[in-house]
Nanobody, 126 residues
Framework: QVQLVESGGGSVQAGGSTRLSCVAS????????WAWFRQVPGKEREGVAL???????AYADSVKGRFIISRHGASNTMYLQMNDLKPEDTAKYYC????????????????????WGQGTQVTVSS
């Protein structure tokens, strides 16, 4: 199973930007879904954005136009550029990855992902 390690985040002022990174230990899957989720205490984990091996992306409505997901295949790294941050973006952010079957799409459903990182905290102050 692939190991995922997140970095980045920290404390940011509202309206500011930050970038999260997620490094995968191996290039395990030829086809995959790679995603960011976030969670605040007492709430369910919610999908933020995803990218596939063929660079199809999808975003939660709450972050569209503000966040940008990307990947760098050669270094097994995924990024989440977070712009115009709002206090409601405060959460622990997790990256996750799963294998994608040929012609299968990817969706921001946390129960479908089997590999998870340990998470990194993002706190946005007003």
């Amino acid at each position: 199973q692939v190991q995922l390690v997140e970095s980045g985040g920290g404390s940011v002022q509202a309206g500011g930007s930050t970038r999260l990174s997620c490094v995968a230990s191996t290039n395990t899957y030829t086809r995959y879904c790679w995603a960011w989720f976030r969670q605040v205490p007492g709430k369910e984990r919610e999908g933020v954005a995803l990218v596939t091996d063929n660079d199809i992306t999808a975003y939660a409505d709450s972050v569209k136009g503000r966040f940008i997901i990307s990947r760098h295949g050669a270094s097994n790294t995924m990024y989440l550029q977070m712009n115009d941050l709002k206090p409601e973006d405060t959460a622990k952010y997790y990256c996750a990855q799963r294998e994608r079957i040929k012609f299968e799409g990817c969706h921001l459903e946390p129960e479908a992902f089997g590999s998870w990182g340990q998470g990194t905290q993002v706190t946005v102050s007003s």
